[in-house]
């Protein structure tokens, strides 16, 4: 079954410090593996995409990397902000050149305190 | 450049009536889609245009109408509203490929 999970569900971290977030997935054929921010009341915005042969991409403060042997990705955080409070969704891909195939996580909520 | 529009942002409805979600992009976005999004479930894909003209089931379109007359408008239509529709549903617009999607505000609706 093709499914994308994510770890820890909930984080809550002080602002300033670092975090990663994980995403495990069993999603095949694999096309792509993107992450998501979704502010609460808001739709989610694109942060990262990366295709197989892609393992890692960066995005300002937000670096994603991208194992496709094991099937993992993790999202991390350098010098968190109050702003960075949000949840982080995983998406992948399924099919070369397919945008309508995505799986999507769950998500991780991430709370940043001052 | 507004990206994607989505109204209402509120909704309520009485089991049975019908209604129109509108969305509009204006970033010549050949693919557009529409979602929902529930509490513990991942975003659920329910149609989706890869251009005017052409529009296709997503894995739950049940209940739900699309047309795309325009490359701009994808209006979602619900025929007869159900509480299982209660929900917040998005709109996102994408040129296609590896490029990433561009989502609306969403609107929240309640089917009482």
């Known amino acids: 079954k093709n499914q994308v999970e994510q770890s820890p569900q909930s984080l809550i971290i002080l602002e300033g410090k670092n975090c990663t977030l994980q995403?495990?997935?069993?999603?095949?054929?694999?096309?792509?593996l993107r992450w998501y921010k979704q502010d609460t009341g808001r739709g989610p915005v694109s942060l990262t995409i990366?295709?197989?042969s892609e393992n890692t991409k960066s995005n300002g403060r937000y670096t994603a990397t991208l194992d496709a042997d094991t099937k993992q990705s993790s999202l991390h955080i350098t010098a968190s902000q109050l702003s960075d409070s949000a949840s982080y969704i995983c998406?992948?891909?399924?099919?070369?050149?397919?945008?309508?195939?995505?799986?999507w996580g769950l998500g991780t909520s991430l709370a940043v305190n001052p | 450049n507004a990206g994607v529009t989505q109204t209402p942002k509120f909704q309520v409805l009485k089991t049975g009536q019908s209604m129109t979600l509108q969305c509009a992009q204006d970033?010549?976005?050949?693919?557009m889609s529409w979602y929902r999004q529930d509490p513990g479930m991942g975003l659920r894909l329910i149609h989706y245009?890869?251009?005017?003209?052409?529009?296709d089931q997503g894995e739950v379109p049940n209940g739900y109408n699309v047309s795309r007359s325009t490359t701009e408008d994808f209006p979602l239509r619900l025929l007869s509203a159900a509480p299982s529709q209660t929900s917040v549903y998005f709109c996102?617009?994408?040129?296609?490929?590896?490029?990433?999607?561009?989502f609306g505000s969403g609107t929240r609706l309640t089917v009482v």
């Open positions: 990366m295709t197989f």
């Open positions: 970033m010549n976005h050949e693919y």
């Open positions: 245009s890869v251009g005017a003209g052409i529009t």
């Open positions: 998406v992948v891909g399924q099919n070369a050149g397919n945008n309508r195939k995505l799986i």
């Open positions: 995403c495990n997935y069993t999603v095949s054929p694999f096309s792509n």
């Open positions: 996102a617009s994408s040129p296609g490929g590896r490029y990433g999607y561009t």
